[in-house]
């Protein structure tokens, strides 16, 4: 069966510090890869999602960044912290571009 | 713009039934998603429609009405742990997700 996973849970970092968050999935090939924020009473906000290796595409300007070094591996990263960048970040996966997402357990990013 | 509507918050008592709303309005429709999420935790799926009509998933149902942008989802027989916030999706012609702010629903013993 597949699962998803990403860590930290729980992070507080300094304003201007980087960020690092990861996110595996297993038990499938090639599957689209999403960055979500979530900040309350808000809808989910889809910051990147990945196609394939190395492929990432952006939806919102911001000052933070994604990668995918492996087929099942994403990582959303930051060089400078904002105090606007406090959420909670979700990783999803799907099947192609038709199928439901399966999110992670979410990361909480508190930036003081 | 692209819009998805549903109510902020909803009460209701345990045993009975309770119906959440979303409307929609978005570049095309590939399809609907109704999603629980429980408080610091991620959503989980519940449900998927695509075409009109009532799909049934034992306590929960989900429906859809292309025609008026319109959908809701069911629960019957609440239990304390259906306490949750429950997100409303449309995959518009994009294959992009558009997500409601989603419905806190309170169930009250």
């Known amino acids: 069966s597949q699962t998803i996973h990403q860590w930290p849970a729980t992070l507080v970092q300094p304003v201007g510090s980087p960020l690092s968050l990861e996110c595996t999935v297993e038990g499938t090939s090639n599957p689209n890869l999403y960055w979500y924020r979530q900040a309350a009473g808000r809808g989910l906000q889809l910051l990147f999602y990945s196609v394939g290796i190395g492929q990432i595409s952006s939806e919102v300007p911001q000052n933070l960044s994604a990668s995918r070094p492996q087929d099942r591996q994403f990582i959303l990263s930051s060089k400078k912290l904002l105090l606007s960048d406090s959420g909670f970040y979700l990783c999803?996966?799907?099947?192609?571009?038709?199928?439901?997402?399966?999110f992670g357990e979410g990361s909480r990013l508190t930036v003081l | 713009g692209q819009n998805i509507d549903q109510p902020t918050e909803m009460t209701a008592t345990e045993g009975a039934i309770v119906q959440i709303n979303c409307t929609y309005q978005t570049s095309g429709f590939n399809g609907l998603f109704w999603y629980q999420q429980h408080a610091g935790e991620a959503p989980t799926f519940l449900s998927y429609n695509v075409l009109d009509g009532l799909e049934e998933k034992g306590r929960f149902s989900s429906f859809l009405s292309r025609s008026k942008g319109y959908s809701y989802l069911l629960l019957k027989e609440l239990q304390m742990k259906d306490s949750a916030s429950y997100l409303c999706?449309?995959?518009?012609?994009?294959?992009?997700?558009?997500w409601g702010a989603g419905t806190k629903l309170i169930i009250k013993p």
């Open positions: 999706a449309v995959r518009d012609s994009n294959y992009q997700l558009i």
């Open positions: 999803a996966w799907a099947t192609g571009d038709a199928g439901e997402l399966f």
